[in-house]
């Protein structure tokens, strides 16, 4: 990788490098922070959705996107193989706008996830925005995505590149058969599929919501480490593209050392079994796909 793509890196996320800490000062370089209340380890993170950027009011119904709302936040909570407990959502809407259906979406959704809300704030704008908030418990040590060493394993929870595939399908106003449509527009956060992998022994982890490439780049950035991915596993009807840069998958995407441990621990949660991808080495500037170099690409906010 070139000196301008580490850069750009960088400056992508260096919010996420200031934003996200622990409580002893120490920056984690995660999508969530986490402090300690009394004896219990809290883990928060908060994310919006605007109109125009993340979605499309022409096949976005409300109540789809208060539930994505809370799917992208659970979803960074699940990274960390954090159990959620509360959502907490400020809309910015205008006074057409249906948002009692959004939140009908959202408390759905939180639901569906264990959780529920619990407060928030509704205010008039031209624009939609949807931000959340998410907070969450550790019940089991926080996987990061400084964790990966060499010589272990990259597991993903599923195939890749159907939400990106409905998305260009969509956005060219082509037909999308409802399991593709719904990948896109009613996707589920791996949360027990992050508790299950915590336990299986994962050292480091990162949910693909920006794409395959470059959050693999970020979890090796914060590892110090480099890969080779051997096996791309690209979704029905889906281009390898897509599944490497188009993002909104929202699977997981971790390391760990055993193998048979990991698949043990999803069976006994009767998960579906996650996909090994390719393996941690030592040379930070060796980030293969195959034969060939993996550049950072996908989505950037």
Known sequence: MDDQAWDELALVDGIARRATWDATGLVLGDDAAMVHVGHQAITVCADALVEGVHFDLSYWSPAQIGAKAVTVNVSDLAAMAAEPLWILSTVAAPKSFAVEELLIGLEQKAEHYGTRLIGGDLTRADTIVVSVMAIGKQSTPPLRRSGAHAGELIFVTGPLGLASHAFSRLAQGLDVDRRTRLALLDPIARVQEGRA???????????????????????????????VIDELPIA??????????????????????????????????????????GRVIDDVNHRMLGNRPLAPVGYRH
Not at 207 to 213: F, K, Q, V
Not at 237 to 257: Q, R
Request: charged content about 25%; proline content about 3%.
């Open 197 to 227: 992998a915590a336990r299986g022994g994962a050292t480091a982890a990162i949910d693909i919501s920006d794409g395959l490439a470059i959050d693999l780049h970020r979890l090796a950035d914060a590892s110090r480490v480099g890969f």
């Open 236 to 277: 029905e009807g889906a281009t390898e593209l897509e599944a490497l840069a188009g993002g909104e998958d929202f699977e997981l995407c971790f390391t760990a050392p055993d193998h048979a441990r990991v698949i043990d621990e999803f069976a006994k949660a009767h998960l579906g079994t996650p996909l090994v991808i």
